[in-house]
């Protein structure tokens, strides 16, 4: 059985083009995000999608410069939530995080139904992309969605322009799961394989 496509198709890509995102369709992306499950269905998820010219400029002044190329987005969803919106079970399981992450899943998949690219990044000053957006301050914003659909790949660095076009790469299946019990092999080296 082969993955599912958009599984398949979502890349992390960073040659966007500037043309605007219809609200209909980013407003598809949050619905999508929003029928993702969560521990006792407490839909932890707090997403702001913006658009605004001027509170876009805010936001993309609070990008680290190595995100540069996010400068050309027409548009961002911010994702954020509060460990107390959420269960909060022993032996760590704090779910508000993990239930966050899959909405942040489900928007870019639907992104990838769109045509668009949705790329992740925690490359921004926390403080202040929560000033731009009005975020209170234990509200913890986790994630920048960068939007737009593909365009030209001509103001990427060198680094980034190969990145566009390779493979994938990811550690091998052993290293990531094991069938029945924990394997010695699931342990990252001692450099935490980073
Ligand atoms: C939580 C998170 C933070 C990330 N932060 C950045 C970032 O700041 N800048 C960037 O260019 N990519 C960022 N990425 C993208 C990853 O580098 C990318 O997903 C990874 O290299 C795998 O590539 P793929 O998504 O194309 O499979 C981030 C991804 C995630 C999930």
């Given amino acids: 059985m082969s993955l599912v496509s958009q599984v398949e198709h979502r890349r992390a890509l960073r040659a966007l083009s500037e043309d605007q995102i219809p609200r209909q369709t980013l407003l598809r992306l949050v619905e999508a995000a929003c029928l993702a499950p969560s521990c006792a269905n407490s839909q932890p998820w707090r997403i702001l999608t913006v658009d605004d010219p001027e509170r876009l400029a805010a936001l993309k002044a609070a990008l680290t410069p190595g995100n ?3 400068l050309k987005a027409p548009a961002m969803a911010a994702f ?13 399981r704090d779910y508000a995080f993990f239930d966050l ?23 921004f000053d926390a403080a202040a992309a929560k000033l731009a957006l009005g975020i209170p301050e234990g509200t913890v914003l986790l994630t920048l969605i960068i939007l737009g659909y593909p365009g030209d790949a001509s103001h990427l660095s060198a680094k980034h322009l190969a990145a566009e076009g390779a493979a994938r790469h990811r550690k091998p299946l052993e290293e990531l799961s094991a069938f029945d019990t924990w394997d010695s092999q699931l ?6 394989g980073l």
């Fill in 101 to 123: 992450g899959m909405a942040a899943m489900n928007y870019q998949l639907q992104a990838v139904e769109e045509g668009l690219i949705a790329h992740p990044i925690a490359g």
């Fill in 187 to 192: 342990e990252p080296p001692p450099d935490g």
């Fill in 68 to 70: 540069y190329w996010a």
């Fill in 80 to 92: 954020a939530t509060r460990l107390e919106w959420d269960a909060r079970l022993d032996h760590g």
